[in-house]
């Protein structure tokens, strides 16, 4: 396990737009038909990461809790999967089923959706109000395999319960740290 910090894109940024083909149905999902009308979640996860694998079950609570308030989520996946097929897209349907994902787990083969967001690590989260601009990124919580504090969700959750209550986002956002993106050569 590599230990690779999100890189930590500008607050503010725009989401960079994208249109990339789920996993689980084969169809294509764009940015527009992502958003949520109080913001969207946009979530860089793999299939074997050990990282991504320990939050898993937060990532769905977190989902199936605020897409009822209005967020969109989706997660995609950019690693190589020449290199690494362990996250190839049939096995990330098959991820999807397992966990019950209630989100599109889409696939980024050129990674460029990945290079556009600063994306370095599973899990990198990103945050991003009605307008689409960037409020949160960073981590999920202090929480890591092995270092005995539960999964709770609770940053990227204050995030989400400061855009719905109309508060200020925190300043001191602290990375995601996981394992770096299988970048290809």
Same mark, same amino acid.
């Given at each position: 396990?590599?230990?690779?910090?999100?890189?930590?894109?500008?607050?503010?940024? +725009?989401?960079?737009?994208?249109?990339?083909?789920?996993?689980?149905?084969?169809?294509?999902?764009?940015?527009?038909?992502? +958003?949520?009308?109080? *913001?969207?979640?946009?979530?860089?996860?793999?299939?074997?990461?050990?990282?991504?694998?320990?939050?898993?079950?937060?990532?769905?609570?977190?989902?199936?809790?605020?897409?009822?308030?209005?967020?969109?989520?989706?997660?995609?996946?950019?690693?190589?999967?020449?290199?690494?097929?362990?996250?190839?897209?049939?096995?990330?349907?098959?991820?999807?089923?397992?966990?019950?994902?209630?989100?599109?787990?889409?696939?980024?083969?050129?990674?460029?959706?990945?290079?556009?967001?600063?994306?370095?690590?599973?899990?990198?989260?990103?945050?991003?109000?009605?307008?689409?601009?960037?409020?949160?990124?960073?981590?999920?919580?202090?929480?890591?395999? *092995?270092?005995?504090?539960?999964?709770? *969700?609770?940053?990227?959750?204050?995030?989400?319960?400061?855009?719905?209550?109309?508060?200020?986002?925190?300043?001191?956002?602290?990375?995601?740290?996981?394992?770096?993106?299988?970048?290809?050569?």
């Amino acid at each position: 396990m590599s230990l690779t910090p999100s890189k930590m894109l500008p607050l503010g940024t +725009k989401a960079p737009t994208f249109n990339l083909v789920d996993a689980v149905t084969k169809n294509s999902y764009s940015l527009e038909d992502i +958003k949520g009308t109080k *913001g969207t979640v946009v979530m860089f996860i793999c299939n074997h990461c050990p990282f991504v694998k320990h939050v898993n079950d937060e990532l769905v609570r977190t989902a199936n809790d605020y897409r009822v308030t209005g967020f969109g989520f989706v997660a995609i996946n950019s690693n190589d999967i020449e290199k690494y097929p362990q996250d190839h897209p049939d096995l990330m349907w098959k991820t999807a089923r397992e966990e019950n994902y209630p989100f599109p787990y889409l696939f980024d083969a050129t990674q460029d959706v990945a290079k556009a967001y600063k994306a370095a690590c599973t899990p990198d989260f990103f945050v991003f109000d009605a307008e689409l601009k960037l409020v949160y990124r960073g981590q999920l919580d202090n929480s890591r395999p *092995g270092n005995g504090i539960p999964v709770n *969700g609770r940053d990227l959750r204050e995030s989400l319960d400061n855009i719905l209550n109309n508060n200020p986002q925190r300043k001191d956002q602290k990375p995601s740290i996981g394992c770096n993106i299988k970048w290809k050569s």
